[in-house]
């Protein structure tokens, strides 16, 4: 809930600082309502909060995984330095994933 609201915060404050440059008034009614609609995000979120439960079990391999093809995907246009980094973590995740199990 606590990140909700600071990016709700965060994009009310990025509202505010575009009125300084004359925007148009359909990006400051987006970006203000995309504020709004984040902060009864986090309301409802804070309403609907369940009792304490155990932890669940989370596997950092996958978002290892995720972040190394995202990198491979975006090493065609940067360069072979990120191809190199994206192909690690992912291999890096993999080694993860079978070592899990």
């Known amino acids: 809930m606590k ?23 359909i990006t400051v009614i987006l970006l ?3 504020a709004v609609a984040v902060a009864l995000t986090a309301f409802v ?7 304490r439960r155990d932890a669940p079990d989370l ?13 491979l995907l975006s090493g065609s246009e940067l360069g072979p330095w990120c191809l190199a980094l994206g192909a ?4 890096a995740g993999l080694a993860g994933l079978l070592g899990e199990r």
């Open 32 to 34: 203000g309502g995309a």
């Open 59 to 71: 596997s950092p391999s996958t978002p290892l995984i995720a972040l190394g093809v995202a990198a």
């Open 3 to 25: 990140v909700l609201l600071f990016w709700a915060g965060l994009l009310a404050l990025w509202t505010v600082i575009q009125l300084v440059f004359a925007p148009h008034a």
């Open 45 to 51: 979120a804070r309403l609907a909060r369940p009792g």
């Open 88 to 91: 690690l973590m992912t291999a």
